[in-house]
């Protein structure tokens, strides 16, 4: 019988220092390490006692705050302009009950209206609602700017429709609210003649409209409006009357005008003599001389006191005022020779036509 022989596994060899496990349990760890004299343990406990000390020392608000997380995809410029977009939607939206009224670009012409732009609100503009000047057209208005108010909203499509007629009127009746409030009588405005009529003449005196009776357009006598005024003309007036709570306001021209028998009291006082000159001569019923004896003061010479056929227009001549009456501006005049009453002319002359008839 053979023998078998079994070579017996050699044994285990302890491992190479170099081959030792990188991480040992803390029980195989050797309890203390030497570097350079000094103690490892105690050096690392040491260490261990100064980094807590030194956090411990470090006031809090000194650390870093923590930092809030950004929302990814969402950039804070954008997000900034969109809540400020939308505020001015809902601001916009708004004025439909408070009629406050917004200066609207207009963007382009459209089928039966304007589209406009109201800080980035869109808008339409009705045709029906633009209160164009003479001459004017829609397509003219495109990139200019307009007052407008809201009429309609449409919160779903955040679009609005404006009115440029609104705006107006509802600026106004504010102002001519404003001006009725500081109405006195005796005021001096600005007045500009909107329109003639065979009694006088209607003016806009600043958003507010007036009538100048005839009688208060001039000191002499006005036979037709368009004889003196054209529409558009501009001219001061004060004012006389305010009746109805504002709704009807009389004005005068002439009381703003220089008033010639203030700057020429001596001319008009009854007995003055004066010289002037000849401007027309009337026939028929109110028959006689029309002499003007100072700028805008013009007074009547009747025919029983000088024959019209002979003078002539231009002509210069001496009066005597017999007559003078403020409130109506008329003056009766007479020939210095023909009144009993006044004195001798300066020159002691009358017109050829009275020497010849003495």
């Known amino acids: 019988m053979e023998e078998t022989h079994v070579e017996a596994a050699p044994a285990a060899q302890p491992p190479e220092p170099d081959a030792l ?42 650390q870093p705050a923590p930092t809030k997380p ?44 304007l589209l406009v732009e109201i800080g980035g609100v869109r808008g339409f503009l009705p045709a029906s609602q633009v209160r164009l000047e003479p001459g004017a057209t829609l397509e003219s208005l495109v990139k200019t700017s307009l007052q407008v108010t809201i009429v309609d909203v449409d919160a779903k499509r ?44 209607f003016v806009d005196i600043g958003g507010v409209e007036g009538l100048v009776p005839m009688s208060e357009l001039a000191f002499e006598r006005v036979e037709k409006v368009e004889d003196l005024l054209k529409v558009g003309d501009t001219f001061p007036a004060s004012v006389l009357r305010i009746d109805e709570g504002g709704r009807k306001i009389a004005l005068s ?7 010639p028998w203030r700057d020429h009291a001596d001319v008009v006082r009854p007995g003055a003599v004066v010289e002037g000159t000849v401007v027309s001569k009337e026939i028929g019923k109110d028959a006689g001389l029309r002499v003007e004896i100072a700028p805008g003061i013009i007074g009547a010479i009747r025919d029983s006191d000088a024959n019209p056929d002979e003078y002539e227009i231009g002509e210069k001549v001496e009066v005597t005022v017999r007559f003078a009456d403020r409130r109506t501006r008329k003056i009766r005049l007479g020939t210095t020779y023909a009144a009993p009453q006044s004195a001798s002319s300066s020159s002691g002359f009358a017109p050829l036509g009275a020497e010849l008839r003495r």
């Open 158 to 201: 955040h679009r609005v429709v404006v009115s440029n007629r609104k705006a107006i009127d509802g600026a106004r009746r504010n102002k001519r609210a404003d001006l009725l409030k500081s109405l006195v009588l005796g005021q001096i405005h600005e007045a500009t003649v909107v329109r003639l009529v065979p009694f006088g003449a």
């Open 70 to 113: 950004r929302v990814l995809g969402i950039d804070p410029a954008v997000e900034a302009r969109r809540v400020r977009a939308l505020a001015h939607w809902e601001h916009v939206a708004a004025a439909n009950q408070t009629l406050e009224t917004f200066a609207a670009t207009i963007t382009s012409l459209t089928n039966g209206g």
């Open 21 to 62: 496990p990188v991480t040992m349990e803390a029980a195989d760890a050797p309890e203390t390490q030497t570097i350079a004299g000094t103690d490892v343990s105690e050096h690392a406990a040491e260490s261990s006692t100064a980094r807590v000390a030194t956090e411990a020392s470090v006031p809090v608000a000194a």
């Open 253 to 259: 021209r002439k009381n703003a005008l220089p008033d």
